[in-house]
């Protein structure tokens, strides 16, 4: 990768207090909008930074949820990892499978450099284990789900983040946005 072209790769989920992506039912009511940015809040970047994403990343489970859902990702480039042959629906949606780090390196980085990793749970954590997430992005929702799909589940690498921002809002959703610390030895 080029310095002039230095690319981010930010993952982007909203999480119950208790740490779930999903409910076992796949249904999404306990996600809400989240409303006014409480008054003493800090930053309110919405609208800007979903227009800098130059690519979404996702799996094949999170691409299938989106479809039955309404697409969220209008025609910004979606990369989705799948080992299947799945039917290719929007001419921004391409297909991958294989080894995620070539495809950071192959795919993503030399063309784009806001990537947004959206899930689900399998591959986030696959990108966390592989050391490819530079941001995390984490919307908690003020709902305790008692049973899902775990975010993090084991990921089995410890790493250090250092806390960029928070923002509050009124409806008690809280977005936590985190950088990679790098530790210099
Ligand atoms: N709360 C949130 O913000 C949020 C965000 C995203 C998703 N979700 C929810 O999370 C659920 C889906 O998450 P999930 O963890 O079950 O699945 P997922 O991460 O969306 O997808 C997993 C699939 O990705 C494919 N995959 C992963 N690594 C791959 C690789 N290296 N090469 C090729 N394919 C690869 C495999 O697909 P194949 O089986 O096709 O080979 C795997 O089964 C849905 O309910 C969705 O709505 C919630």
Request: one cysteine or more.
């Amino acid at each position: 990768m080029s310095s002039a072209m230095r690319s981010t790769v930010t993952l982007h989920v909203v999480s119950s207090l208790d740490g779930f992506i999903a409910k076992k039912d796949n249904s999404v009511s306990w996600m809400d909008s989240p409303g006014d940015v409480y008054e003493r809040g800090v930053t309110d970047d919405g609208a800007e930074v979903i227009q800098s994403i130059d690519c979404y990343v996702l799996g094949s489970r999170t691409y299938e949820h989106a479809l039955q859902l309404g697409w969220p990702y209008g025609d910004t480039p979606t990369v989705v990892a799948t080992n299947r042959e799945l039917r290719s629906t929007r001419d921004s949606v391409q297909f991958y499978s294989g080894d995620l780090k070539k495809l950071l390196r192959e795919v993503l980085a030399p063309r784009y450099r806001n990537i947004w990793l959206v899930g689900g749970a399998i591959l986030g954590q696959s990108f966390l284990r592989f050391g490819l997430v530079d941001e995390i992005r984490l919307m908690i929702a003020p709902v305790t789900l008692g049973a899902g799909l775990h975010l993090f589940g084991d990921s089995g690498i410890e790493q250090n983040w250092h806390l960029k921002n928070v923002v509050a809002y009124k409806n008690g959703y809280l977005e936590l946005s985190y950088s990679r610390r790098t530790i210099v030895s």
